[in-house]
């Protein structure tokens, strides 16, 4: 089946750093979507593509949708404390469009 | 308040005791779903289903079963639980038929042990 990988597996990184993470796969995404997991929380959506291409922000992260539709990235802005947990990509399966397909995720922690 | 409410959130079990973890959820979704998370692996599809009645597998539906008897409700059966099912378990809900696909609102999770 399809499949999505996310490097790089984990960050550790100095608060006020920015932060570039990545999702790509060998097969085609119509659409990708970026979920952040809090620690002892659940998923919740923070951004999602439509269009290959497309950039997309929502306060400090910005999402861009690749060209080729096989990738997309995310970029965090002057990482704060807050910022820590998974983060994980996810697309709509190319077979059946209601199920989500999930990356492993990114462990970002942040040093004060 | 929108939300998922999954029960119990903790829970240390042993080897064969049947369980049960409830999903609810209050928006009047189509779309309810089961999820585990492990180390390495992010989040795999258990179960899912589409609306009431309708129940499909997900990519790790060995050990587990599944009913959607009411559109909230979508209860997560282990019938024999074994070690290898300890786990992170989270419950989700969608609307279905709005944009390509429409946001999936967790639950808060589902911790389970199995000894």
């Known amino acids: 089946g399809q499949q999505l990988n996310q490097s790089p597996q984990s960050m550790f990184i100095q608060e006020g750093e920015d932060v570039s993470m990545n999702c790509t796969s060998s097969?085609?995404?119509?659409?990708w979507l970026w979920y952040k997991q809090d620690p002892g929380e659940g998923p919740v959506l923070l951004i999602a593509?439509?269009?290959?291409?497309e950039l997309t922000s929502n306060g400090r992260l910005t999402a861009q949708f690749g060209i080729t539709r096989k990738d997309s990235f995310l970029n965090i802005s002057a990482s704060i404390p807050s910022d820590v947990g998974i983060y994980f990509c996810?697309?709509?399966?190319?077979?059946?469009?209601?199920?989500?397909?999930f990356g492993a995720g990114t462990i970002l922690r942040v040093k004060s | 308040e929108a939300q998922v409410t999954q029960n119990p959130r903790y829970l240390i079990t042993v080897t064969g005791k049947k369980l049960t973890v409830t999903c609810s959820q209050n928006?009047?979704?189509?779309?309810m779903s089961w999820y585990r998370q492990d180390p390495g692996l992010g989040l795999r599809q258990i179960y899912y289903?589409?609306?009431?009645?309708?129940?499909d597998k997900g990519d790790v539906p060995e050990g587990y079963k599944v009913s959607r008897k009411e559109k909230r409700n979508f209860p997560l059966i282990l019938e024999s639980p074994s070690p290898n099912q300890t786990s992170l378990y989270f419950c989700?809900?969608?609307?279905?038929?709005?944009?390509?696909?429409?946001?999936?609102?967790f639950g808060e999770g589902s911790r389970l042990t199995v000894l």
């Open positions: 097969s085609i995404f119509n659409t």
């Open positions: 989700a809900s969608k609307k279905v038929g709005t944009e390509p696909t429409g946001e999936l609102f």
């Open positions: 996810a697309g709509p399966s190319m077979e059946y469009g209601n199920k989500l397909v």
């Open positions: 289903s589409m609306n009431v009645e309708v129940t």
């Open positions: 593509l439509y269009k290959a291409g």
């Open positions: 928006m009047n979704h189509e779309y």
